[in-house]
Nanobody
């Protein structure tokens, strides 16, 4: 069983930065996808960024050039560096792990508020 613990959300002004972290406990397979989703009030949860075990990263168009996903395999931790934040980035952010081909795990969610 894998558990994910997120940290790093908070309140930031437009144009500011935040870094989210997701630490996984338990065994992670050699093939995985680590990702970040977000859900704003009244909207569907959307994939923001993901990185595969092979190192391939992808991003939703709205965050390209501003957000960066990275990982520290030694710590079973992945990160979302968010720069140039906009009010429309405000949401609850969830980390996600696809472990192997069919095991899905979610973090508890962390609130990101972008407001002056």
């Amino acid at each position: 069983q894998v558990q994910l613990v997120e940290s790093g959300g908070g309140l930031v002004q437009p144009g500011g930065s935040l870094r989210l972290s997701c630490a996984a406990s338990g065994s992670i397979f050699s093939m995985y996808v680590m990702g970040w989703y977000r859900q704003a009030p009244g909207k569907q949860r959307e994939l923001v960024a993901a990185i595969t075990s092979g190192g391939s990263a992808n991003y939703v168009d709205s965050v390209k050039g501003r957000f960066t996903i990275s990982r520290d395999n030694a710590k079973n931790t992945w990160y979302l560096q968010m720069n140039s934040l906009k009010p429309e980035d405000a949401a609850v952010y969830y980390c996600h792990l696809r472990n192997g081909v069919s095991y899905d795990y979610w973090g508890q969610g962390t609130q990101v508020t972008v407001s002056s």
